[in-house]
């Protein structure tokens, strides 16, 4: 069974920084595509990064050139490196692992196309 724990969320000020880590246990995820999510309160859960097997990253427009999503697969270990924070940043971030032995679907950003969720982490931003 495959564990992700989301770490790093914490409070920060507007243009700050913030890293959050995903750690996974259980299974080797390092030939499996790993996504980022967030939901705010009131909101429904939304992509926010993804990446791929091959080291390919994606990212939803409203954090493109302020986000960066990486992964050390010695460690099994997802990373979010987020700059630049504003407000609208304010959620929880939850990991999340596709099950799929490298997996090529274009649905990267749908919640369904992921098997395995963290529990999450906060992130609240003040401005």
């Known amino acids: 069974q495959v564990q992700l724990v989301e770490l790093g969320g914490g409070l920060v000020q507007a243009g700050g920084s913030l890293r959050l880590s995903c750690a996974a246990s259980g299974r080797t995820l390092s030939e499996y595509r790993m996504g980022w999510f967030r939901q705010a309160v009131g909101k429904e859960r939304e992509f926010v990064a993804a990446i791929s097997w091959s080291g390919r990253s994606y990212y939803a427009d409203s954090v493109k050139g302020r986000f960066t999503v990486s992964r050390d697969n010695a460690k099994n270990t997802v990373f979010l490196q987020m ?25 990267y950003t749908r919640r369904t196309e992921y098997d395995y969720w963290g529990r999450g982490t906060q992130v609240t931003v003040s401005s």
């Open 83 to 107: 700059n630049s924070l504003k407000p609208e940043d304010t959620a929880v971030y939850y990991c999340a692992a596709d099950g799929r032995y490298h997996s090529t679907s274009p649905f």
